[in-house]
Every structure is written in structure tokens, then in C-alpha cells.
């Protein structure tokens, strides 16, 4: 069984539309993650949620809402896209651990999303 | 400051021979995880290796060892007997605690090619 998930796997829509992408993780993590892999393979996290509470929102632009209906589930909708969005953008898990320890993240297949 | 430092853009090895890929990393929190994660051309993010800053023993996960310096912030990782399928990026990243917690910072990347 996959333990995150994401879909659809590729993404390709034209500047001005918008778009959602879905996560879903089976490990019973508390906690998710958005990340954005530009064409340079950097990566960098977007938003983090802990038990359906945003805990992370880095300047991303506030055409990105991410969306946590339940701890297993983190959805990114991104409106009025444009070229720069062009990026594969990766769900990850992970369970908090107490005193501040941070334990492994788990990382989806990753979403490869073209502006044209 | 950059957090994580990779100073090895891309490496070579030659099968079967051992690989070290460099890791410096800067915080000043007590409390902190550091990871390494392989992406392969196929894009997946896989988690290789995990060491806590409280671990006094290096991790070691069959071939992948995390050699540990605390006191010069390096967490370097060592692939022992390279074979083809290593070819691949391989991030390193940090997770702090306080009031960062839940927020990884990943280096930028070493490509690494293992030659037959």
C-alpha cells in the first residue's frame, strides 16, 4: 500500500486556471507537508499542518490555499495560475514526536505541474 | 546564511567503491534531525538515513552510514560498494526544534554518478 499519495501524478493546464492537487497519507502522521521542486531541483517547504492546523505557511503567494479537511488529507488549490508555478510539488508526512524531536518525513510521488 | 551546505554539485564513483557525500549544516538549536533523502531520475523522494543531534552513534541503514560530527556541524553521508542503481540526487536536510519545529531546510543537491 502506498503510504503517500498524491494525484494526479501530472498536471498540465494553461496560465489564469485553477487547479487542485490532492494528498492523502495512510501512516496515521499528525502532520503534512507541501513542497515546491522548481527546475533547478531546489526544494523548499510551502505550508505544514499538524492535526488539521496550519503550523507553517512560508511567502507563498496567497493564490496557494492549502486545505486539511482531516489529519490524513492535505490538498493544495492554487488559483489563477501562472508560469512560475511550473514545479513538481511534493506531499510529505511525518509524526511529531514531544520535546521538539522531529521524526522522519515521508514523501508522495510528487506532482509534476506545467503552466503553459 | 544557508542553512545546509552541499558543496558537491555532482560526484562520480566507480562501482563498487565507496562514496562520501558532504553535508555542513548551521543552527542554534540543542534539538535537531538530520536526514538524507535520494531522489532518482524517476523523481521520487526516498528517505535513505535519519540522525538526531542527541544520538551519540552514527546511523547506519545497511550501505548508507551518517558520519556525525557535532562539533563542526557536518553530517556527511558515506555509501559503502556503490552500484549502478545509486545514480541519483541526494539531498541533505534539517529538521529544527522550537519554534521551527516541523520545518525541514534541504540542501541544494549532489548528483551523484556511479560508472561501470
Known amino acids: 500500500d502506498t503510504a503517500v499519495s498524491q494525484t494526479p501524478k501530472y498536471l498540465v493546464t494553461q496560465m489564469g486556471n485553477d487547479k487542485s492537487i490532492k494528498c492523502e497519507q495512510n501512516l496515521g502522521h499528525d502532520t503534512m507537508y507541501w513542497y515546491k521542486q522548481d527546475s533547478k531541483k531546489f526544494l523548499k517547504i510551502m505550508f505544514s499542518y499538524n492535526n488539521k492546523e496550519l503550523i507553517i505557511n512560508e511567502t507563498v503567494p496567497n493564490r496557494f490555499s492549502p486545505k486539511s479537511p482531516d489529519k490524513a488529507h492535505l490538498n493544495l488549490h492554487i488559483n489563477s495560475l501562472e508560469l512560475g508555478d511550473s514545479a513538481v510539488y511534493f506531499c510529505?508526512?511525518?509524526?511529531?514526536?514531544?520535546?521538539?524531536?522531529?521524526?522522519?518525513?515521508?514523501f508522495g510521488p510528487g506532482t509534476r505541474l506545467t503552466v503553459l | 546564511a544557508q542553512k545546509i551546505t552541499q558543496t558537491q554539485p555532482g560526484m562520480f564513483v566507480q562501482e563498487k567503491e565507496a562514496v562520501t557525500l558532504d553535508c555542513t549544516y548551521d543552527t542554534s538549536d540543542q534539538s535537531y534531525g538530520l536526514f538524507w533523502y535520494k531522489q532518482p531520475s524517476s523523481g521520487e523522494m526516498i528517505f535513505l538515513i535519519y540522525?538526531?543531534?542527541?544520538?551519540?552513534q552514527n546511523a547506519t541503514e545497511g550501505r548508507y552510514s551518517l558520519n556525525f560530527q557535532k562539533a563542526r556541524k557536518s553530517a556527511n553521508l558515506v555509501i559503502s560498494a556503490s552500484q549502478l542503481g545509486d545514480s541519483a540526487m541526494y539531498f541533505c536536510?534539517?529538521?529544527?526544534?522550537?519554534?521551527?519545529?516541523?520545518?525541514?531546510?534541504f540542501g541544494d543537491g549532489t548528483t551523484l554518478t556511479v560508472k561501470p
Open positions: 536536510a534539517m529538521r529544527e526544534g522550537g519554534t521551527n519545529a516541523g520545518k525541514s531546510t
Open positions: 540522525q538526531g543531534s542527541y544520538d551519540e
Open positions: 510529505a508526512s511525518s509524526q511529531e514526536l514531544a520535546g521538539g524531536v522531529t521524526d522522519t518525513q515521508y
